[in-house]
């Protein structure tokens, strides 16, 4: 176990799989030689080579588009969508061709994630700060899961690499230097298995993401004034626990 924030324990996962599995491919903008707008894919460039780690044009459309190819074609690809505002210009072939393709063609497999970073606080504005995770809640053939610390988004980033369905995998940019104990070695957490992050009996909070953390200090601070909290984390929306 190696105490490190979540944007390392993010790179790790990829690191790793990259390693365990060739057809586990990078797609994004900046990713490559700058290692991303938050440095999550810094140092994967000098470690996998251009043809794995892809700077792409400024055009989540192509990004997303080439991901689902790509998954087609019998690759495993992570595309970046640097902040999740610039989704909408990718929803065509994320929502009408990935979600769909299992269903209306009955093809087994479209093994891809799209990575994308979201939240407020750091003025950033209305074009980099949304939050639109519940958008893709909704899409049949989705998954959706979002983080709250180092540990899960590594475990999370690895069992999502590893399904077999197109992955929407949320990342809140105030927990990219977030602190957290995290084993060294590859783990997965399974989709679909949410956890309780502080036990208590008088009253439950359901958070996600960022918001985790602020349920926490809040239950620390109630815990004061004798009032227990229980704070569940869902970890993964689609599918639900």
Known sequence: MTEIVMRKALNDALSQEMQRDPNVILLGEDIALYGGAFWVTKGLLEKFGPERVRDCPITE?????????????????VAEIMFMDFITLAMDPLVNAAAHLRYAYNIPKVPMVVRAAVGRGWRSGADHSQSLEAWFCHIPGLKVVMPSGPYDAKGLLISSIRDDSPVVFVEHTQLYRLKGEVPDEPYTIPLGKAEIKRPGKDVTVVATGAMVQEALKAAKALEARGIDIEVIDPRTLVPLD
């Open 61 to 77: 459309n192509v990004i997303v588009g080439a991901a689902v190819g790509a998954a087609l074609g019998g690759l495993r690809p």
